[in-house]
């Protein structure tokens, strides 16, 4: 895993990426600077741009489920500021990436609805990101709490 960043000058635009070693991209983060250079999303969104996909993997693999009931999911966890239009461009991306795949499916009142389910490939891609989070998650607990380091670098 290494993080590669790039800054799209024309747009002023930071995208950052947390890429595999086979050079896919697991996570893919945008900063959209406002006119003052400040950025544009709250912290609170900015964390979440980094993880949602994780977690969008994590209920579709225990589950098949639809855009609406995925968005419903995500609130029902506590995640309330991540909407409906927020998560299909990620839907999409990740079809693209063959991580998931869509079925149409007769809806039991209305029009057919698109299920999405967990592909092979989504599978490896979730446990990595599980194993990554883990591995950033304890480290950054501990800072928070104001723990002291495990190891000292050597001069």
Known sequence: MFILHNF???????????VRQ??????RY??????????NMSLRSQLLKGILEGCILSIIARE?????????????????DVSEGSIYPILLRLQK??????EMRPSPAG?????YYL??????????FLHEWKNIQGPVEEI????????????
């Open 64 to 80: 098949t489920v639809y855009g609406y009931e995925l968005s419903m999911k995500l609130q029902q966890f506590g995640l309330k």
């Open 111 to 115: 029009p057919k609805r698109k299920y």
């Open 97 to 102: 990436e063959k991580l998931i795949r869509g």
């Open 144 to 155: 928070l709490q104001g723990g002291k380091p495990s190891w000292t670098p050597k001069n």
């Open 30 to 39: 945008l900063v959209i600077p406002n006119s003052h250079g400040v950025e």
């Open 8 to 18: 799209n000058n024309y747009f002023k635009l930071n995208i950052i990426y947390l």
């Open 22 to 27: 086979d050079s896919s991209i697991l996570i």
């Open 119 to 128: 592909t092979s490939k989504g599978q490896e891609a979730l446990e990595e």
